[in-house]
């Protein structure tokens, strides 16, 4: 069983822009409304603002984790996500490893174990905003 760290930190409270009921655990950015947020996909422009904590419909509250570890969903059977690698939002608002070198912007260090097939919940270290992913052996 997958042991979560909890440093106390408080979540923000944003409005979910859309329905993001099936969204808790994915990434966040926010949307063109002030204190709004929406699904991030990829190197989100604006980047990443956090990690989304509940299932909030169109207009509900929508808890957004801004900085330390949290549980994250994980994309697909090709993330091959490893333990304390750097992990980046994909196009679905998962966190995935940029295997294709494009930069996007670093989201923060995968915790869990390996992951190499299948969509699975894992927990992660988020930094927010960061550099580029670099190697992380």
Not at 24 to 51: E, H, M, R
């Amino acid at each position: 069983m997958s042991t979560y760290h909890d440093i106390n930190l408080t979540d923000a409270p944003f409005i979910a822009d859309t329905d993001l009921t099936a969204k808790q655990y994915f990434f966040v950015t926010a949307a063109s409304t002030a204190n709004y947020v929406k699904l991030a996909t990829g190197a989100s422009n604006p980047a990443v603002l956090g990690i989304l904590q509940n299932s909030p419909s169109a207009g509900q509250e929508a808890r957004v984790r801004l900085l330390g570890p949290s549980k994250v969903s994980a994309a697909n059977a090709a993330c091959n996500i490893r333990l304390g690698q750097f992990v980046i939002s994909g196009s679905g608002g998962q966190a995935e490893v940029d295997g294709n070198s494009t930069c996007s912007p670093t989201c923060g260090r995968w915790l869990s174990a390996n992951v190499t097939s299948g969509s699975v919940f894992g927990e992660m270290m988020f930094y927010g905003l960061t550099a580029c992913a670099v190697s992380a052996s």
